[in-house]
């Protein structure tokens, strides 16, 4: 399993090395961690292993810095470009903007037009992001134990 991050306080890698350690504990290994901005989209393309995203929203509904090429080759690619990608994304933000969690649901959508697969439901989590992990981790382990007795 892929996790990836995009962010710019420190707060989404924060909760995706949580993540990759509560996943690992439950029986998914390997789990690897990586900053967004070393994979690019393209790179996903015949993933076997579900990818997860657990992104910031910088701005008004914007991506991280980090994140900017991943986003503007993403939306370049062809529709069915991610055909049979399992995804799912984590979206972290600060609900006192407007946009609250813009990049995660924009990331989301996206990538649903490229052909992935969501495997859960985005979570979008506020300034208190940690209080989601263990119900979203949980939610994705679910979805990949389903996944696997289909």
């Avoid at 892929?2 to 690992?24: H, P, Q, S, V, Y």
């Avoid at 609250?100 to 924009?106: E, L, P, S």
């Avoid at 990538?111 to 940690?130: M, S, T």
Wanted: aromatic residues 8%.
């Amino acid at each position: 399993m892929l996790i990836l991050f995009a962010t710019m306080t420190g707060n989404a890698e924060d909760a995706a090395e949580t993540i990759g350690k509560r996943l690992k504990k439950a029986g998914h290994d390997p789990v690897t961690v990586a900053n967004i901005e070393k994979h690019a989209p393209a790179s996903l393309a015949g993933k076997t292993e579900p990818v997860l995203f657990v992104v910031s929203t910088w701005g008004d509904g914007e991506p991280p810095d980090e994140a900017l090429d991943f986003w503007s080759d993403l939306q370049g690619l062809c529709a069915g470009s991610l055909d049979g990608l399992l995804y799912s994304v984590y979206a972290l933000g600060d609900s006192g903007y407007d946009e609250f969690c813009g990049f995660g649901r924009k990331l989301d959508e996206e990538l649903e037009k490229k052909g992935a697969i969501r495997i859960a439901a985005r979570a979008e989590a506020d300034i208190d992001y940690e209080e989601f992990v263990e119900e979203w981790s949980n939610d994705v382990h679910a979805a990949l134990q389903d996944e696997v007795a289909s």
